[in-house]
């Protein structure tokens, strides 16, 4: 019960969030002064963030993670990357593979903190070993294989890349590896998959 009315409460969140931002966006396109209506939008907005802070600090490794979210992509205020670090890492503290993927992305990218390609290659696998493979753990799976076709944060290696793209059922990226691939390592690389597959079945 409690997981189905915290379900409603994100996607209720998540609705406003991009209504008020596509309402922001016109009226800064339209150069207009702020409306009452506006105003209002905001407030309300305020408040929900607020009530998705208080599940964060109730150890919600749901909300941790989408409170991250809002700090990192500034939905309520300006963007404040140590904030969300910090959510994140409470929520990755929990096994939650979107924010084990946030992590692993911030580090790739070293926003809001040094870059460092190993550990992000080590959040990736972490978000990408969770099964079943929806949202972080997908894209987990593609961040690594990408990392793994360029080298970085770990040693380059098309086989691997192969493997996790297949995993994670991106074609661009199974292409992108055939290219540099022979036949046998494709055949190598797909019993990979399916090994790992049978190490980690969906239950």
Known sequence: MKDRKLFRFFAAFLLQIFT????????MTNNAAPTSQSKCASRSRQIDFDRLLAWAKKGDAGAQFWSGTAFEQGWYRTP?????????KLAAA???ADAENSLGKLYEDGRGLK???ELAAAWYR???????????AGQGRNNLGCLYMQGLGVPQDFILAYMWFRLAGSQSGLSN???????EQV???EQLAADWLKAYPVH
């Not at 972490?126 to 972080?136: F, I, R, Y």
């Open 177 to 183: 590896a055939k290219l540099k691939m022979t036949r």
């Open 126 to 136: 972490k978000a990408a070993e969770h099964v079943p493979d929806l949202g972080g």
């Open 20 to 27: 008020v931002s596509a309402r922001a966006q016109k009226t």
């Open 80 to 88: 404040n990357l140590t904030e969300a670090l910090t959510w994140y």
């Open 115 to 117: 870059r460092d390609y």
């Open 94 to 96: 929990q096994d939650n």
């Open 187 to 189: 055949l190598d690389a």
